[in-house]
DNA sequence: TATAAAATTTATAATCATTATAATATTATT
DNA sequence: AATAATATTATAATGATTATAAATTTTATA
């Protein structure tokens, strides 16, 4: 039990940030939360179990992580930002049928832009949207399905 | 002048939307501006020429042409919803110093990934961000040099 | 250890883009 | 012209994010 706490302290010593309760729940949860939680999500999974939580905690601490690197911000629909702990590149595909969001493999670094050549890039992002297989042959995987709002 | 407005409202009509002043007007600003103005932007643009403009029709236009593929959406950042009046498959650069959007050309369609096999993608996306060489070297092209907001 | 300073968290208010609602105006149909 | 359908407008409501200041916790120093 302890281990896993220190190891996630451990995590945010080496970026400087300061190993805070708050801090390493929060870091825990999208450790644990690969589905590219919102706000939200984090927040009312954790103020379960921490009462006094705030938002502006989660807000300020996103914040920090995504600057440290521990989290990268999804942007694929206006209205939700949601937050990934895989910074490595990868690409991401919204099912705009259930709404979940899945991650695949994608080799973006081979997607050289000649008019981009005098450009300083510091980030590549790839999204798709359209229906995922659970939704467009959903009887077949019943059991399996969970429905995302 | 009128021939401009009779292509447009033709444009419309062949995508059985009504032709209204107001539609026309919107049209032929995403049309011309196609630096991915936001919402704002068309209004504020708009409302001088068109005093009872209201932004709800902005949002409603916007909408129907969304749905029309007249005008496809960028969501880039988080906080602003952008507008682009270019729907073929193209890559978009945000420069993170000035905050000009770039379009670029990238064959997203070579992009094959395995895992969504067995999905079906409606939209593919790919968006960078970085520094725009204008801001890399900015004594350059001072005169060329448009500050965007 | 006691005290002061700094950092963090919390509660709350403010902001702002978007959506919803209902009234008004315009256009089409009979 | 009267009626119905559609579009526009004005306005309010919503909701996510940001800002602010007070309270709490941690750290540094005497
Ligand atoms: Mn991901
Ligand atoms: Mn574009
Ligand atoms: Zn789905
Ligand atoms: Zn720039």
Redesign the interface.
Known sequence: MNQKIDSLAKILIEKNIKPSYQRIRILQYINENINHPTVDNIFNSLVKEIPTLSKATVYNTLELFEDANLVK?I????NE?RYDSRVHNH?H?KC?SCGSI?D???DIDS?V?N??K????????????????RC??PNKFLAKTKIRK
């Not at 942007?75 to 206006?78: K, L, N, S, Y």
């Not at 005098?118 to 297989?133: L, P, R």
Request: with cysteine.
């Open positions: 911000v942007t694929i629909e206006d930002t690409g595909f705009e899945y695949f493999e994608v997607l832009v008019s981009l005098y450009f300083k890039i510091n980030d590549k992002n790839v999204y798709f949207k359209g229906i995922c297989s467009l042959t």
